[in-house]
């Protein structure tokens, strides 16, 4: 869900800067560091199925973009090149979010063009952090020149939030259609529309796992009385409050639904290990403030691991489909300003 948490958070935030990881042992997952956008929020970049591009989205304002937009790059003409502008594959119209590639190199993404050309209004949330879920939200796939091929879903509410599985048969996304924000999948074509989870509460940011056969996701589980009601209210008025949000796990079928996390405050971005044994996600836990870091954990929730220290958000990890590289957005070397850009490092165990 873009300009969410992210966004917002980065803005937050004084930066603290670094220059390189080759030689950091606090941050010893992590080598060979790159950075691969510069300017503005870049967040929620993923692989293409053969690990040579990134899809992202971008509300770099040197790009003249009002609202995100969604771009596709070429890893190596990205590295290290502050003057490379990638192409953009969104319409440049509305708000889009959480672009992911298919298996024949098209693109998905969510968009609200449809609605309106406009960027949609930010609701005013007073004094609590809230996150917008604009129902004019449809899932699309472009080609890579930007044209639309199809569109994917048509029901009222809010359709967003879709991933690929690794195995290219299965799209997961988040959607509204049955009331509230349940995980959904389809074929990649938009058939076969199953609904996976039916708990109360915000289900989101879904991924599979290596072998396709599970999924990892964000969720809110409202339980008192007072937390179900404010729940239910806010998401009448398209919104959802993100600060307190667990991990969870589930087969593709929902069944086998378990949770990873108990750390209190926000746990999100989660995405498998390559091992697919696993789980790195980010997370506030330790202050349930502004300081997001990437920490691993197994399944079984035993064995947290923090993986980042050099910035105060780090978020939206993501492996290459051969396990070797780590994209991860991240707030350090912006010289101390509030601009989020994706990062590349080579991963070692």
Aim: contains cysteine; negative net charge.
């Amino acid at each position: 869900m873009k300009k969410s948490i992210w966004g917002v958070l980065a803005a937050a935030v004084l930066v603290i800067s670094s220059c390189s990881r080759d030689n950091n042992t606090e941050e010893h997952h992590l080598t060979n560091l790159r950075q691969l956008t510069f300017g503005g929020d870049n967040a929620e970049a993923y692989f293409s199925f053969d690990g040579k591009s990134l899809v992202f989205q971008s509300s770099n304002p040197d790009w003249g973009l009002g609202c995100d937009q969604i771009f596709s790059m070429k890893i190596t003409a990205a590295e290290g090149d502050s003057s490379y502008r990638p192409p953009m594959i969104s319409t440049g119209f509305g708000r889009t979010t959480c672009s992911y590639y298919l298996p024949d190199g098209n693109i998905l993404y969510a968009s609200t063009h449809e609605s309106s050309p406009e960027c949609p209004d930010v609701p005013a949330t007073g004094d609590k952090y809230l996150w917008p879920v604009y129902d004019s939200y449809d899932i699309y796939v472009a080609d890579n020149n930007g044209r639309i091929l199809k569109k994917l879903t048509d029901a009222p509410g809010y359709d967003a939030e879709a991933t690929v599985s690794p195995k290219g048969d299965k799209i997961v996304f988040t959607s509204t259609r049955s009331g509230d924000l349940e995980l959904w999948t389809m074929n990649l074509d938009g058939s076969d529309k199953r609904q996976v989870t039916s708990g109360l509460g915000y289900d989101g940011g879904a991924f599979f796992s290596p072998d396709g056969k599970m999924l990892v996701f964000r969720a809110s589980r409202p339980e008192t009385e007072e937390e179900i009601r404010e729940y239910r209210d806010l998401l009448s008025r398209g919104l959802v409050a993100p600060t307190d949000m667990e991990i969870y796990v589930c087969n593709v079928d929902g069944s086998g639904l378990r949770r990873v996390t108990s750390l209190g405050h926000a746990n999100w971005a989660p995405y498998f290990h390559p091992s697919g044994k696993k789980i790195l996600f980010s997370s506030n836990y330790t202050t349930g403030g502004y300081d997001f870091q990437l920490y691993l954990i197994n399944l079984d929730g035993t064995g947290l691991e923090q993986v980042t220290v050099q910035s105060p958000f780090n978020a939206f990890p993501v492996f290459s489909p051969d396990g070797k590289q780590l994209v991860f957005s991240s707030n350090r070397n912006n010289g101390g300003g509030h601009d989020t850009n994706v990062f590349i490092a080579d991963w070692k165990e």
